[in-house]
């Protein structure tokens, strides 16, 4: 059996590629790509939800809040780590989203403005996120599975957490909830945005797909993430702000309206309400923090040597 | 936390793997969940130490009650065989005196590597070459890693407590620490 052959039969068979496989250079390149940025997601994903830590309501919400952020930094780093085993290194990753050659997910250039925005981020961002990464779990190279699977573990804790927090403030007084209508006003169509561009403009879906790197496209995971969320949605008293949205009997799904492809597009390009912002802040605490870099290889290299003496 | 990013002009140009060294290096971390199961693979932190590689770990693989033992090894130190690349197998180029290798197999694709136990050999590749007799028989596993018993730190088991334990009253880490009506469905 030729190496070309035994790849294409692991897939057919719904088995998983492993490190050590043959594969093809452009699955292999597909996969970098797909799981650094994904990697890279997680990281810049802190700064939006960091931004409130201390301002927190009380010290439950201050705890909780700490934990989910630390959540998307461990994310990241499985994510980083199973990239690894494509044989590039977290070191050149980083350096390419620092230089702004690799991007991150455009939902974070959106500003964290109000208290509620916390909890529309757990609901509808991490919602939007458990979807697309329900369906990874079934990936077909191995480490990205495993990642997805402790990932998906402990993303159910942040949308809960964050649906959780706007029932509360839809429960609360007038003030918040009108808090909680202007955070979802904001967030509902950039979430839906997170799945990509429709099938049709999404060029490299198909072999994605044929990989079985991908297993859904991205029409029908946005129509999947509508679906259950519209029913949360009317439970906590927010409205969706899309008069379009309607139950499609005959379809058996919920109809929704246009998305803005034009400010989609602006955003990836660079010019979101908060590209720069969160570009310069991950390059200066990177900067920042090189003294602590170097103090652990120093804390290092002495333990070596009095080892070794 | 996840995203579609669409591709970019230039994206493809990147040339991913040929880019200079550096950052710390990489160790592999293995995770025992409970009393009575082997240590798991868990993926790979990056740290300057096996001190740090430990703390490391334990943040980014035990941030919740998921383990009682924790153990680590530098990943240039593995050496790896897969069942669908046999001609990887190599010989030991200078045989050294017998020592203890730890011995990871992956059972079947899509698991992680599982702790077997550990064999004596005169160097990595002799222990693969003993580890798949007694492991690998029989279809039950399509990779082994070795790595020396030398070179694999474990996290002090008087410091379990220490280490493990101040995750386990943050109940608020949890799905289930959230009550969420029944109307609205799963989450």
Redesign the interface.
Known sequence: MTDES?FDA?IAAD????P???MPEGY??TL??QIA??AH??VI?MQPEGNWITRAPSL?RK??LI?KV???A??G??LY??A?????????L???LHQG???????FNYPTLNWADMGTIGWL??????T??VM?TRTSY??Y???MH?ICR????H???G??LILTLMRGSEEQRQMAQDSMNRFWWPALM????TDGD???TQQSMAWKIKRIS?DDLRQKFVD?TV??AE?AGITIPDPDLRWNEERGHYDFGEIDWDEFWDV??GNGPCNRERMDHKNKVWDDGAWV?EA??A???K??ARKSA | MSYEVPHMEGDDKIQFGSHREGGWPRWEAFVRQRGGLAHIHSESVHAPDAETALLNARDAYLRRVEGVSLWVAPADQVTRWESDAPEAASKDIAPRPSALWEVFVRHRRGLAHAHAGSMAATGPYDAIEKARRVYVTHEEGVGVWVVSAATVVAADPEEAEALFEPFADKDYRYPTYYEIPDEVGHM
Do not use: C
């Open positions: 035994r692991i088995d998983k590629v492993e050590g496989d043959w292999r390149k970098i790509r940025q994904h997601s997680e994903g439950k705890a909780i934990a630390q959540d998307e461990g994310h780093l499985y780590s199973a690894e085993t494509l044989g590039v290194s977290r070191h050149e980083v350096d390419l050659k690799q991007k991150y997910s455009s939902i961002v991490d919602g939007a996120a458990i697309n990464q990874l191995g480490p599975a495993r990642a402790r402990e993303e159910s804790f949308q809960r957490q649906y959780e997170m799945f990509g561009p999404s060029p490299h991205n259950a029913p949360q439970f990836v390009g870099r652990a290889v804390y290092a290299a333990q070596y």
